[in-house]
């Protein structure tokens, strides 16, 4: 496996795309990513404990030789604990929340966790008691047009981000014939959560 194959594959499973990525880990921009893609660098220490330091359970030897696992626990996946309440009830500090269920789905195993989606905002691409499977993420790292689970002071949903002006998003429905656009101050959001992946119930 190439360098950019380990990192591409690290990329993957935390739910980033790769100019996300390079925010998360505090990059200005992603060139030095794309130059390992190109093959003109390898993974270099400094980068590999970059990486590690932000994500812990990143195998920082792995990362620069390619030897061993990925994980620093193996290739075990994480369950994945989702919780069945209302956003309305939605706290940030997830010891505070009892999981309904642990899940364990390989493919999104560096998701945080999932929830069960309300109503129709979102609908088709996410349609009403959908498992949303999300990953927290910084609000440097926010890629406009991704959709996000955003917690904020006064409300909590799952939209599109879009920006708006230096400290406004605008949050918008895919169902846009019912839902209006919601202009956020991004200093009133708690938590910003990537939504990574979608599991309807009835394949379930």
Not at 80 to 106: C, G, Q, V
Not at 122 to 132: G, K
Request: hydrophobic share 45%; glycine share 6%.
């Amino acid at each position: 496996m190439s360098n950019w194959e380990r990192l591409e594959k690290v990329i993957q499973y935390l739910g980033f795309n790769v100019n996300s990525f390079a925010k998360e880990i505090g990059l200005n921009r992603a060139e030095r990513l794309y130059q390992i893609k190109r093959g003109n660098y390898a993974i270099s220490k400094n980068l590999a404990g970059t990486i590690a330091s932000h994500f812990p359970d990143i195998n920082e030897a792995w990362l620069i030789t390619g030897e061993g696992n990925m994980l620093k626990d193996g290739d075990s996946y994480c369950k994945i604990p989702l919780f069945n309440i209302s956003l309305d009830d939605f706290k940030t500090d997830l010891s505070l929340m009892t999981p309904a269920h642990e899940l364990e789905i390989p493919i999104l195993s560096g998701s945080d966790f999932a929830i069960v989606n309300e109503g129709e905002a979102m609908s088709p691409e996410i349609e009403h008691a959908s498992i949303v499977f999300v990953k927290e993420v910084d609000k440097s790292a926010v890629i406009y047009g991704d959709i996000y689970l955003i917690i904020s002071e006064h409300i909590n949903l799952i939209r599109f981000v879009r920006g708006f002006d230096e400290v406004k998003w605008k949050l918008v429905a895919k169902n846009s014939v019912d839902y209006d656009d919601i202009f956020i101050d991004q200093r009133a959001v708690k938590a910003v959560y990537k939504v990574k992946g979608v599991l309807s119930m009835v394949t379930m």
